[in-house]
């Protein structure tokens, strides 16, 4: 080829790798309880970047331990706190075990955790805010894993994953890491002592994708000032995940207020409903569920398990949903 003609086509060549890179879509991939369902345990999202990293958060008791086939590859592990529901205390036999009113998560995954199994199995990084990399570190090494695999993303600063930005935000919840994790004579008397290991703040999330698509993951969390100042102020996500499930978090009426009021996205994937909020992929009536979707003034995408959505780097979903 003459170099001018080559000159040209690598010219447009590049303009159509970038346009692609640019029009790419992230996809979310709900890991729930039942198939096409929103169950109560509901949390693990996969979070694929255009560029194919795959993020996994709050992997909690639906994922069916480290060979649940749905995971595929997994190079990032995040974990918003240390409670039993996120971290994985226990997990499913199986994918869709059990009811969606009462799943099958039987097999216990202390004292290591569902999360860290998944982790060890997948050589995948644990980013994780607050005083938590530490503990995951120990786990890792103790497990023949290497500690560095462990990442601190402490709030205000942010870590890179493949094409992903990673940071942490401010959750308003507690964090206290059961002794079940901790063994022995200490975890024992700690037990007894009705106390629980200091691991830091509990903590949300902000992913910035490839495609520039940025995600605000609420963690479990209140109502809190930061949503409006330090979210939607500096981050300005245009897609949120937020707990709705009430009692131990914002419910329906109070995190419609942050949706609409303090981090204003495009669109929210209700998460942590703690109900049975669907049957056959529809919000059954009068569930909390339903009252998030009244209450919101924007799209409200319900996370059913195994059923991908993809979103445009504007937080519309453009398939899937
Ligand atoms: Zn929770």
Same mark, same amino acid.
């Given at each position: 080829?003459?170099?001018?003609?080559?000159?040209?086509?690598?010219?447009?060549?590049?303009?159509?790798?970038?346009?692609?890179?640019?029009?790419? +879509?992230?996809?979310?991939?709900?890991?729930?309880?039942?198939?096409?369902?929103?169950?109560?345990?509901?949390?693990?999202?996969?979070?694929?970047?255009?560029? #194919?990293?795959?993020?996994?958060?709050?992997?909690?008791?639906?994922?069916?331990?480290?060979?649940?086939?749905?995971?595929?590859?997994?190079?990032?592990?995040?974990?918003?706190?240390?409670?039993?529901?996120?971290?994985?205390?226990?997990?499913?036999?199986?994918?869709?075990?059990?009811?969606?009113?009462?799943?099958?998560?039987?097999?216990?995954?202390?004292?290591?955790?569902?999360?860290?199994?998944?982790?060890?199995?997948?050589?995948?990084?644990?980013?994780?805010?607050?005083?938590?990399?530490?503990?995951?570190? *120990?786990?890792?090494?103790?497990?023949?894993?290497?500690?560095?695999?462990?990442?601190?993303?402490?709030?205000?600063?942010?870590?890179?994953?493949?094409?992903?930005?990673?940071?942490?935000?401010?959750?308003?919840?507690?964090?206290?890491?059961?002794?079940?994790?901790?063994?022995? +004579?200490?975890?024992?008397?700690?037990?007894?002592? *009705?106390?629980?290991?200091?691991?830091?703040?509990?903590?949300?999330?902000?992913?910035?994708?490839?495609? #520039?698509?940025?995600?605000?993951?609420?963690?479990?969390? *209140?109502?809190?000032?930061?949503?409006?100042?330090?979210?939607? #102020?500096?981050?300005?996500?245009?897609?949120?995940?937020?707990?709705?499930?009430?009692?131990?978090?914002?419910?329906?009426?109070?995190?419609?207020?942050?949706?609409?009021?303090?981090?204003?996205?495009?669109?929210?994937?209700?998460?942590?409903?703690? +109900?049975?909020?669907?049957?056959?992929?529809?919000?059954?009536?009068?569930?909390?569920? +339903?009252?998030?979707?009244?209450?919101?003034?924007?799209?409200?995408?319900?996370?059913?398990? *195994?059923?991908?959505?993809?979103?445009?780097?504007?937080?519309?979903?453009?398939?899937?949903?």
């Amino acid at each position: 080829m003459k170099p001018l003609l080559r000159a040209l086509a690598l010219g447009w060549l590049s303009t159509m790798i970038a346009s692609a890179v640019f029009a790419a +879509e992230v996809k979310v991939t709900p890991l729930g309880g039942q198939e096409g369902e929103l169950c109560p345990q509901d949390r693990a999202l996969v979070f694929e970047d255009p560029d #194919g990293t795959r993020i996994l958060y709050d992997a909690g008791r639906t994922v069916a331990g480290p060979d649940d086939p749905r995971l595929g590859r997994i190079d990032g592990i995040l974990v918003s706190h240390m409670h039993g529901d996120h971290l994985g205390n226990a997990h499913n036999k199986a994918p869709d075990s059990g009811s969606c009113d009462k799943p099958d998560v039987s097999v216990s995954a202390l004292p290591n955790s569902n999360s860290v199994n998944i982790a060890l199995a997948k050589k995948a990084k644990v980013v994780t805010g607050s005083e938590m990399p530490p503990f995951f570190a *120990g786990k890792l090494a103790a497990a023949g894993g290497d500690p560095k695999d462990s990442i601190l993303a402490r709030f205000g600063g942010n870590v890179m994953l493949g094409g992903v930005s990673i940071a942490t935000v401010p959750a308003f919840h507690s964090n206290g890491l059961d002794p079940d994790y901790i063994g022995g +004579e200490l975890g024992k008397s700690m037990k007894a002592a *009705g106390i629980a290991g200091y691991v830091g703040e509990a903590t949300g999330y902000v992913l910035t994708f490839s495609n #520039g698509l940025v995600v605000y993951l609420s963690g479990d969390t *209140g109502i809190t000032a930061e949503q409006d100042l330090v979210v939607r #102020g500096h981050y300005k996500p245009s897609l949120a995940v937020m707990n709705i499930g009430g009692g131990f978090t914002t419910g329906p009426k109070e995190a419609a207020y942050v949706i609409n009021d303090l981090v204003k996205p495009k669109a929210v994937i209700a998460s942590h409903v703690n +109900e049975v909020a669907t049957r056959e992929g529809k919000v059954l009536p009068g569930t909390k569920t +339903e009252a998030f979707v009244k209450a919101v003034s924007v799209p409200v995408h319900v996370p059913l398990s *195994g059923r991908t959505m993809s979103f445009d780097s504007a937080g519309k979903c453009v398939a899937g949903c």
